[in-house]
Every structure is written in C-alpha cells, then in structure tokens.
C-alpha cells in the first residue's frame, strides 16, 4: 500500500488549510486511516483517526478545531483544519492499517506512512 499526501503550506493563525491522502496498490481493505503529526524536536503525536464504518477519534488538541473524513470507494482520507493555531506546525503524515493482496492472499494487517507534508502557522 502506498500513500500519497497533499495539501499542507503556510497559513497565518487562525486560517484553515485541507490536507489529503489517497491509498493505492494492491489493497484488500484499509481498517483505519489517519493523520499524525511531528514537530521539530518532537516525538510523531496523533492528530485524528478513522475507520471503515466512520468512527472517529481525536486528539484532544484538535477536537472542534480538525475535521477527518474518508471515502472509503476512493481510499482517501481528508483533514480540514480549522483555527489553526501556532502549536498546529508540524509535518504531518498520513497513516493507514490495511491488509493488502499479495499472490491473490490478503495479508495480516499492517501499518503505512505517507511521505509527509509540511504545515506552517504563522502567529
């Protein structure tokens, strides 16, 4: 499974910004997808979560602020971000735990990253 992030950029604070990710490759499902983040110095923290029946889960430094979304038929997953504040800046990575097909066999569930795009909140 790969993925490809987009969106992401330089945003004053209090703006919003929209990042995206789509899953391809050989997927048999995808259970869950999300968004972490990293900021310089910093260890990876989640950002928010979601699964293939719409559940979600935030962290709390986001609730009310980031919305997740998914299409489940595309293989993507959005983060729409909302009164972003300083704190906000971070690289950001897509993450999904997906069984892929390999010799025409699903296999054991397994953990992806994205590449990772940048977002800046300037104060």
């Known amino acids: 499974v790969q993925l490809q992030a987009s969106g992401g950029g330089t945003v004053q604070a209090g703006e919003s910004l929209g990042l995206s990710c789509a899953a391809s490759?050989?997927?048999?499902?995808?259970?869950?997808m999300g968004w972490y983040r990293q900021a310089p110095g910093k260890q990876r923290e989640l950002v928010a979560t979601?699964?293939?029946?719409?559940?979600?889960n935030y962290a709390d430094y986001v609730k009310g602020r980031f919305t997740i979304s998914r299409d489940n038929a595309k293989n993507t997953v959005s983060l729409q971000m909302n009164s972003l504040k300083p704190e906000d800046t971070a690289v950001y990575y897509c993450?999904?735990?997906?069984?892929?097909?390999?010799?025409?066999?699903?296999?054991?569930?397994?953990?992806?990253w994205g590449q990772g795009t940048q977002v800046t909140v300037s104060s």
């Open positions: 490759g050989s997927i048999f499902t995808i259970r869950r």
């Open positions: 993450n999904c735990v997906a069984a892929d097909l390999r010799f025409g066999r699903p296999t054991l569930d397994l953990n992806y």
């Open positions: 979601i699964t293939s029946d719409g559940s979600t």
